[in-house]
């Protein structure tokens, strides 16, 4: 079979390599349908996230079951499925507390296609064939319906973006969201404005310089607004920090409102100071990490099955499977490949 290989910046080639096996009985091996590019694949191919090659790329997608072993009872051979990002059983105390994304079982951030920071043995997702250690704990199926296409990052950055308005709406039901959007992660501020709009935000604000993201969140549903990341339009109980930068996430602090909640989504390669006295002063919540996303994709894909969502808006160029490692090289903000 082939797979996608990441030699480092602007290296990507195809590699023949053996097909995956199943060798233990709740295993399944699964062919891609819908693959798609997370937010951090462009700064890596760009050299601006410090990721080495070689490693077998991609990790996020949807896919068809192939095979299954003995001990699988969620899915079956011809079974369309998301496949989460990160590894997970399913019985370790992380994984039943929801922190799939820090089973114990495995290595910590043991991910598909992430290279050394997710571990090597595990493949990437753009392949003809991965094999999933955990068929039952991960594959989630497919709503009847669906386009694959539309929900190809629900392995990894919708459920990104779900975590950061979803629990916070539920308790403040109808409470006023911005989302500072911008290159570092695109997709995902794009995603949380359309979710908070999905799950009855009263006002969701997405501020950003791109026209071209602007224009999509106003699609979702959003108010768009044309500015830098520290240009003040407020507070707001909820904030989402999606630009990347000191600037970007101190900005996003200061305009989290008494009592408010600041998730930022982008990753930091260094430290930030933050202005912990004003924080202490207005009772503002900030949380930054890994997404456990196994534990929201149900919900994303309800949404999406009932209309009130649709991801597909934020995808900018869809290319047959063949054709995406030149497509991929041109780094467009979401891209989908399709077999």
């Known amino acids: 079979m082939k797979r996608l290989v990441l030699d480092g910046p602007s290296a990507l080639r195809w590699e023949e390599c053996a097909e995956p096996v199943l060798d233990a009985p709740g295993q399944a091996l699964v062919r891609p349908v819908a693959l798609a590019t997370c937010d951090i694949d462009p700064a890596v191919l760009r050299g601006r996230f410090p990721l080495p090659g070689p490693f077998p790329f991609g990790h996020e997608g949807v896919a068809e079951v192939v095979a299954v072993g003995p001990d699988v009872t969620t899915v079956r051979p011809g079974d369309r499925v998301v496949v989460p990002f990160q590894i997970s ?23 598909f296609g992430l290279g050394v920071m997710g571990g090597l043995n595990w493949g990437g997702l753009w ?37 950061t308005v979803a629990p916070h709406l539920a308790a403040d039901p109808g409470a ?25 935000s009263a006002r969701v604000v997405y501020l950003d310089t791109d026209p071209g993201r602007l224009a999509i969140a106003a699609k979702l549903g959003a108010e768009p607004i044309e500015g830098r ?20 996430l101190v900005a996003a602090v200061n305009a989290t409102a008494n009592d408010g909640v600041c998730t930022s ?8 100071a933050l202005p912990l006295l004003e924080m202490y002063s207005r009772c503002c919540t900030f949380h930054t990490g890994r997404a456990h996303a196994r534990t929201a994709i149900p919900a994303v ?24 490692r030149e497509a991929l090289l041109e780094t467009p903000m979401k891209l989908v490949a399709v077999s």
Request: net charge negative.
């Open 127 to 163: 392949a003809d064939l991965t094999l999933v250690p955990h068929a039952d704990a991960m594959l989630v199926p497919l709503p009847p319906g669906v386009d694959p296409v539309a929900v190809a990052s629900a392995s990894d950055n919708i459920p990104d973006a779900y975590r």
């Open 301 to 324: 894909l309800d949404l999406v099955a009932s209309g009130r969502f649709d991801p597909g808006l934020v995808t900018t160029r869809v290319v047959p499977f063949a054709e995406s």
């Open 89 to 111: 059983c399913g019985t370790c105390d992380s994984c039943v507390r929801g922190r799939t994304g820090n089973c114990t079982s495995h290595p910590l951030m043991s991910s």
């Open 265 to 272: 989504v982008s990753v930091q390669t260094q430290d930030v």
């Open 229 to 248: 990341p520290e240009e003040r339009v407020g507070r707001f109980p909820i904030t989402v920090e999606a630009a990347g930068g000191a600037k970007a």
């Open 176 to 200: 006023e969201v911005l989302v500072l959007g911008g290159v570092a992660a695109s997709s995902i501020g794009l995603y949380a404005a359309g979710l908070a709009v999905a799950l009855g």
